[in-house]
């Protein structure tokens, strides 16, 4: 199970680590200087991000060398800072693109949500930690949910969906990982599938009226208030329920009715919360989340994008048509190009070469967060650490697979390589708290 | 070390699937870059279109009586295509030959044309062509490739500066702005946007979505070809509250005034819709259309709105505040009498009344007619200014109405209360000073514009509104104002009643005169207010009522250094009054009428004559008789006078037939 300390080397630096970061970090300098060569701001996006480099690895640092465990100590801190920042934004943030999610310092802009994923990771596995006793019953999963609501909560405010979109599976692969049962896993998850997925329809209905001359839409879509049929619906559901238990109970005589009960529930409890989010959704809200959703609402039909961005890496063949030689996001066909849609232009002037390079630093990264996980001193290290190995999946995979046309477009950045100050300076963080426990993963001499 | 509770499998199936999940990836991009590579190369190649904007028209702009003050006409823009020939030497001679038939300088234009070589993309040059250098370029096109002229919509103002502080202007966007848009795909860097007023409040509706021309260029950015564009869709139209005509009573009755500054209010006391918005000096709209950018001659440009940035004392149309103060707190009862000498002895110091000789005997009434001070300092004394204050603060003094425009001021109101706050002492000079509206009391226009409004109504505070709907070009209201109650104040029914007998007399027989109006009531106030600095400001306060029905208009006139009320502001309230009411007021006589009234004028005249013929022959017969009778003479003296006064009165008041009437 442990992969032997012989194994990896008694250094306290992890040199192979440190080297894979540096390389992506070269990596996406490069490509964000050429991405962003052609547009009108290139001046000030070159700027900020030769300012936040340095700013990272000090960050990096600073993290690296002080003890991991202080965060555990002081978890109610680290709490109540992400909090604070988090409301604060919405008071003092300034907006851009309909979100209000940065707070505006003198020469650049600071998004605390990047910084609340590190929080959120740390508070959670000082509280899996505590509780690994219990780790099986159902509250212990609750009030790990009841620790992130606030911040969730928050973040709808803003609303910024994309870090919602990656903050609840690195929870769910926190509680995962910590050893709760995959039952009361998939009840959250169904609950959370519900919770989104109902405002999100019904936001599509608001949003294309003509769409209510199907009777059976327009049913559905009366559920979005608090009214009778919602009522009968619940019942219904209810009652399905017991029948369902009663005609399985024929055949297996130990079933337990929770079950089906849970079921019934975790669907109810999507129904209400998600009328509630949709009540608490301003219009331009709503706007954002059809955006978010179909990112392709352009002049030129749907999918434009992506395929675009798929043209930019399929043009690129095997070796790429060179370092500041892309044509097609430089000429402006690939959207968002600096920030998410990078691998667009790594795949087109680095080509496959390029774009297997960058893969293969994840999975090295991500094996070296994992073999990490499994040498650390302590319980709180090994959590963190599958915390910050979920964050890292959450983003390689929806990146890439967005990117290639595998699940929906989403706003998500790519670490270390997309532009974005913040993202970078917080990635940076949670890569000097691994380092961290690399260094101290023998006890204190 | 770690317990044994953790299943440390998890994790090992969580780093496993991701080997598996990026083993689907690696065929994803093997298909994509190594199998398909051809495919997608010759997409890449084929398939590069650019566009460049053509501006949509702004949404139209129209008033209550759907006259259109803010419109759109084309414009030609000068665009440049990195087309062909990209050197420098190429661009140099086409900057040197452009710069002729441009009015600008050759930098500039240099400037433009080596960023679209440099980045490969269209650029506009310039822009409101003027015909003649638009002729001359096209002939340039023959000999240049690259240079084009393309057609778009500009903002235009029909009547220039009317209305100018409520529409706002539209500019280049600013950096700082395009900072926030810049992900918009609707604006680009040279995009015009509302920078104040209207067209900024209600940018996102006016603006449209911009079209665009397709162009084709090749792997470098070189244009092949033009494609067909995409039609732009034009923005929302803004219909507002204002009156054409009481706008254009309001502007031109400033205009003529001798400093030809200051503002008008004009709301409708029913619910507060504003009818009439006017501040000079006002500014061309057009102009700011016109330099393009190039905001220097723009820098002396008056943007400062009297209506809800200036604030001024008060002065005498104050004293309805003090008058309903003290009619509400029962101090004084209204057949009182106060004798006014010219001044009033407050121990430590005179103060005096506007009227040197003094008014003499005066009541409530005849206080408010001839706006004497006098009578005010004794009534401010009886009342308390604590109560006046209060009721300054009731009737909303010192807070910003909320019309929703920029940087409205609050004013001031103040009193024993704010003194006191300040830890500083109230003295007998400051009530008296309070009584007639001096001192530190400070109001804008339209504030005062909504006191004599709640006079109207009786006690119903209407937010002040000015727009009354935005209608996209669907036809879909996206916008809608509906009437909003901010306040009311409940005062007896007679304190509303004797202060608007007051303010009625005021323009019956007082100082309010010039505002009367034949078929409408006209109550009024008038106020001058003194300044320091130069002559006085002219305040005229009033609302019109026909018959017993609710009252439809209600204005605020200042003008800054009018001196008087009576002169200056309550000629131009009245021009306001007529216009709003124009269709509910009796109609002065057309050309036709009027002949016809002066014919019978002449007929009535006629008649008079030989009326007064017989009468002259009745006297010499009556001299005859008193000849004869000798003591008659003093009566047919009388009746002489008596008829020459009839005649008087007839020449005098040519309009009303009724009159001609008693003369036949």
Known sequence: MFLQKSKIKKSRIDWFFLGAIAILLIIGTISIFSSVAALGNQARIVRTHLLALPIAFTAFLFVWNFNYQVFQDQWKIVYAAIIIALTGVLFFGIADKGAQSWFRLPFFSVQPSEFARIGLILVMANYLDKSIGKIKEFSTVLIALGISAPVFFLLIKQPDFSAILTMLPIVLIMLFCAGARLFHIFIIMGFAFTTALLPILWTMIDL???????????????????????????????????IFWFVFSKFYRNISKLYFVGIALVIALGLFSGIIVKKQMKYYQQKRLEVFLSPNTDPKGAGYNLIQAQVAIGSGGLMGKGVFSGTQAKLGFVPERHTDFILAVIGEEMGFVGIILVMGLYIFLMRRIVSTAYIARDRFGYLVNCGIFGMFMVYFSVNFGMLLGLNPVAGVPLPLLSYGGSNLVSTMIAIGITQSIYSRRYALT | MIGKQLPHNRLNFLKISVYFLSLLFVLKVVNLQILRHDHYKGIAERNKTQIISQTAPRGRIFTKDKVLVSGSRPSFSLVYFPFGDASAKYAESLAASLSKYLEMPLDDIKKKLFLAVKRGTPV??????????????????????????ITEAQRFYPMNGFLSHLLGYIGKISPGEWKYLRNDSNYSMDSYIGKTGIEKRFEKDLKGEDGGVYLEVDSKGRLMQILEGKKSVGGSNVYLTIDSKAQTAAEEGLRATGSGSGAVVAIDPRNGAILAFASLPDYDLNAFVKSAGSNKNLKNIKEFNYATQGTFPPASIFKIIVAAAGLEAEKIDVKEEVFCPGYFDAGARVFKCWKKKGHGLMDFYEGMIHSCDVYYYTLG??????????????????????????????????????????????????????????????????????VIAVVANKGKFWQPYYIDKVVNLKGYETFASKPKLVSSINLKKSTWEHLRESVRRVVLEGTGYSARIKGANVYGKTGTAQNPHGEDHAWFVAFAQIDDKPSEIAVCVLVEHGEHGSSAAAPIAKRVIEAVLRDKLPKPPTVGDRQKATGDRREAGDRLQVKEDSKRLNDTQKIESRRVA???????????????????????????????????
């Not at chain 2, 638009?134 to 084009?148: A, D």
């Not at chain 2, 003296?637 to 009839?646: M, P, R």
């Open chain 1, 208 to 242: 294309n009226p003509n769409l209510m001359q199907n009777s059976f839409i327009n049913f559905f879509y009366s559920l979005s208030r608090f009214n009778w049929y919602l009522a009968a619906v619940l019942a219904g559901l209810i009652v399905f329920a017991y």
């Open chain 2, 124 to 149: 506009r040059i310039a822009e409101n062509l003027s015909d003649h250098s638009m002729f001359l370029i096209n002939e340039l096109k023959t000999v240049y490739q690259g240079i084009n002229i």
């Open chain 2, 381 to 450: 004394i009886k009342t308390g200014p604590l109560s006046i204050e209060k009721m300054a603060k009731k009737f909303r003094l010192g807070v910003p109405t909320g019309i929703k425009m920029p940087n409205e001021k609050a004013g001031n109101v103040f009193g024993p209360s704010r003194r006191a706050k300040k830890k500083s002492y109230w003295f007998i000079g400051d009530t008296l000073n309070l009584s007639i509206g001096q001192g530190e009391m400070l109001v804008t226009p339209v504030q005062m514009a909504q």
């Open chain 2, 630 to 664: 000798g003591d008659r003479s003093q009566e047919a003296g009388i009746q002489v006078k008596e008829d020459s006064k009839q005649l008087d009165t007839a020449q005098g008041e040519t309009d009303i037939p009724s009159i001609m009437e008693q003369v036949n």
